[in-house]
């Protein structure tokens, strides 16, 4: 039996036409939580409405436990079953989403663009985030245990995305190519080190279409700055300073007390392969956990996919040799609120000498006065800073690259590039057959993510260098850093890759 929260047919709205799928899967007759196989609890019954009642209006403040239940429970009107359309000719894409709010919406509102997508199922454990999404694809299927999904949908759905929290990137992406199904997963591709090399490569043993949120490469902007970069405008590279302004820390002590599990949320599934903790309010979800340790990666990891992409890519750089963080550390909660990390590369056709630097600012860190200064006011919030030897190439995130002297700007090359979007290349390739690689498969987001993760696991050495064997992932003369290359999982959710 299925165990879908709400049955609303087997399809979406896409591109303003309805198109539903196969059959009707019979009606829901429970709610599975998300505790570990082996632990979990009695679930509530919670029917669902064949009419296509939604999920709405569960704000977390309004509702207790036993009124949400009640609330769902009041949902089971009787009508009839919506009328089922034969299949389109045109082949669509059957999709799968973890997660139904905030990020994961907007990928969903970004894949519906392509008129080939067809939205079968959602999951998340908070079932207060449904109503907007439920808006948008009124027929959707909603689950609140991605597992239940997986299982429940499997011969429904050719795809997945995985837009949760970054603790839990990997353990759902890898179910989800255990079965085969091209997954899009959204930066950074997982927590550590370790998770990211074990999803790489089965993801290439696999030969699954893969690819990773990090939706600005794909960018006219972005591309035309790797093609700068390679084009030998400033000269040789000498070194690339790459930034943000925000700042995902938090350098006072979590709270103290406990609050009550709000009713829509299975706090333990939220916690997934975590340690067990009490809910704290405004502290994990929805909003703040990028901020902690055992969650999130910080800001380096919330932004440094995204900022290091096109230098890195420019470049065609693999792993660093060592890395330097400059601190503060984290703390056992919580990341730091501020980074400086220096990455040292092996050098390519395109850097000056056998080596070449890569630095990374966050939280009010700064360049170097000699390099920010020549920019004046047109200093980028986020971005990177190119240093050449005959000129600056700047390469604002979101925005259009520019290079220094101005002088310079006459003489840009001009370059075709065709027009790409990172939601549907990946919709794309997988209707295809999975023939070609997407953009940001993991073959390059992997090595890109070890990039940016490896920053996180030197800033529990302030102004130590951190010499990185790549191949065998390990710091050969820093033992003890080893252990944050990887996590524990708690018990019941360790998985085979």
């Known amino acids: 039996m299925t165990r879908a929260l709400a049955h609303f047919g087997h399809g979406a709205q896409a591109t303003g036409s309805e198109h539903i799928h196969g059959n009707v899967l019979p009606l829901s007759s429970g709610v599975q939580t998300g505790a570990p196989p082996a632990a979990r609890r009695p679930a509530p019954i ?45 082949p669509m894409l059957r999709h799968a989403s973890i997660g139904a709010s905030g990020q994961a919406l907007s990928d969903l509102m970004a894949f519906a663009r392509h008129p080939s997508f067809d939205l079968v199922a959602v999951a998340d454990v908070d079932l207060a985030r449904f109503e907007r999404l ?24 050719d795809s997945v995305n995985v837009s949760t929290p970054d603790h839990m990137h990997c353990v759902v992406a890898l179910e989800a ?107 994990y979800h929805p909003g703040e956990w990028r901020r902690r340790v055992g969650f999130g990666t910080g800001t380096l990891g919330d932004m440094g996919c995204h900022i290091y992409s096109p230098p890195y890519r420019a470049l065609r750089l ?91 700007m006459a003489a840009l090359p001009q370059v075709e590039l065709p027009d790409r979007d990172h939601y549907g290349e990946f919709i794309d390739v997988v209707l295809a057959g999975g023939k070609a690689a997407c953009s940001a498969s993991f073959d390059y987001a992997g090595p890109l993510t070890e990039s940016v993760l490896i920053g996180n696991v030197a800033a529990h050495f302030p102004g130590e260098t951190l010499e990185f064997d790549a191949r065998r992932l390990t710091f050969p003369r820093k033992p003890e850093a080893n252990q944050y290359l990887t996590r524990t999982y708690r018990s019941g959710w360790n998985v085979k890759a």
């Open 46 to 90: 919670c029917m669902p409405d064949r009419s296509g009642a939604t999920l709405r209006g569960m704000s977390h403040a309004s509702l207790s436990r036993r009124k949400f239940l009640q609330t769902v429970a009041a949902t089971a009107a009787v009508g009839p079953f919506l009328s089922i359309r034969t299949r389109a000719a045109a």
């Open 134 to 157: 439920q808006q948008r694809f009124p027929k959707v299927r909603v689950y609140q245990d991605w597992r239940e999904l997986l299982r429940t949908e499997g011969k429904n759905i």
């Open 177 to 283: 190519m255990k079965r085969r199904k091209a997954v899009y997963v959204q930066k950074p591709l997982c927590h550590t080190l370790r998770e990211t090399r074990t999803l790489t490569e089965h993801a290439r043993r696999r030969g699954v279409t893969t690819q990773m949120g990090i939706q600005v490469s794909s960018s006219r902007g972005q591309r035309y700055g790797e093609a700068l970069v390679r084009s030998g405008i400033v000269g040789k590279v000498r070194e690339v300073h790459t930034f943000s302004n925000k700042s995902w820390g938090d350098d006072k002590p979590l709270p103290e007390t406990t609050d009550p599990v709000p009713a829509p949320l299975d706090w333990d599934e939220w916690l997934g392969v975590s340690a067990s903790r009490p809910f704290k309010k405004a502290v």
């Open 318 to 408: 693999t792993s660093p040799t060592s890395v330097t963080a400059y601190g503060p550390a984290p703390g056992a909660e919580s990341w730091a609120t501020k980074a400086r990390v220096k990455l040292t590369y092996p050098g390519t056709e395109y850097t000056a000498a056998g080596t070449v630097d890569m630095w990374w600012y966050d939280g009010g860190e700064l360049p170097p006065d000699a390099v920010r200064e020549p920019l004046g006011t047109r200093f980028p919030e986020q971005g990177s800073i190119v240093v050449g030897t005959d000129g600056l190439l700047v390469l604002p995130h979101g925005g259009d690259p520019f290079v220094l002297p101005e002088s310079k």
